[in-house]
């Protein structure tokens, strides 16, 4: 990497960046060989070791758990009451705005 025209951290960026798009992708969009993707990230893993870092997010990494499932359901329960609020708000809000303006 002596020679490379990009940083540490670029190429880290790089690799980070086909974890959620492809390398193919990746690799046109910054013009680099795949080969040359595939040397880095091989190299970024071997110093790394165990921790991969180029595997693509879990599915299930924005499902929500029991707690927030209840709190989920909590606030849409609370929706229509805050709905029906907001709308009286502005009934006596314009019913104010329509006073300040017949007695102005």
């Known amino acids: 990497m002596s020679n490379c025209k990009f ?3 670029q190429i880290r960026d790089f690799i980070r960046q086909a974890s959620y798009s492809s390398v193919q992708s990746v690799c046109c969009e910054h ?3 795949q080969g040359r993707f595939y040397h ?3 190299s970024v893993s071997d ?3 165990e921790l991969d870092v180029y595997q693509r997010p879990s599915r299930h990494a ?3 758990d029991g707690d927030e499932r209840a709190e989920l359901d909590t606030l849409r329960s609370q929706l ?3 709905e029906t ?3 009286t708000l502005r009934e006596v809000v314009l019913a104010q705005s329509v006073q300040l303006h ?3």
């Open 40 to 42: 880095w990230r091989q």
């Open 47 to 49: 110093v790394l070791g």
């Open 102 to 104: 017949v007695t102005a």
């Open 7 to 9: 940083t540490p951290a």
């Open 31 to 33: 013009g680099i060989s």
């Open 85 to 87: 609020e907001v709308e």
């Open 80 to 82: 229509p009451r805050l």
């Open 62 to 64: 924005n499902t929500i």
